[in-house]
């Protein structure tokens, strides 16, 4: 099982980015997929997860309205699209997967992860 993260980069505030998380060995179809995210010193948090049976999503209060995940069911891809960033969005950002229904907040639920990719923002 490999979750493979991509499209991260550097951006201006305000500006945007659209972060992919592509799945081999497993289908999101049975999958929570969450997006968490990591900047220096600090605990790794919850930003956003998308129920693959109904198209469920919740976000964190720091995203909502600006965020929008998404997927392509034929690609078995999540997408993340920041829209608006601001410098404390810089970050890695990181997939997740586990499977169930519940669309869980903490990372110590996800059993499966990709390797991250780095957002950073400039002022």
């Known amino acids: 099982v490999q979750l493979q993260a991509s499209g991260g980069g550097l951006v201006q505030a305000g500006g945007s980015l659209r972060l992919s998380c592509a799945a081999s060995?497993?289908?999101?179809?049975?999958?929570?997929v969450g997006w968490f995210r990591q900047a220096p010193g600090k605990e790794r948090e919850f930003v956003a997860v998308?129920?693959?049976?109904?198209?469920?999503?919740t976000y964190a209060d720091s995203v909502k309205g600006r965020f929008t995940i998404s997927r392509d069911s034929a690609k078995n891809t999540v997408y993340l699209q920041l829209n608006s960033l601001m410098p404390e969005d810089a970050a890695i950002y990181y997939c997740?997967?586990?499977?169930?229904?519940?669309?869980?907040?903490?990372?110590?639920?996800?059993?499966?992860w990709g390797q991250g990719t780095l957002v950073t923002v400039s002022s």
């Open positions: 997740a997967a586990t499977a169930g229904q519940l669309r869980l907040n903490s990372p110590r639920f996800y059993s499966h």
């Open positions: 060995g497993l289908t999101f179809s049975s999958y929570v």
């Open positions: 998308h129920r693959w049976s109904d198209s469920a999503a």
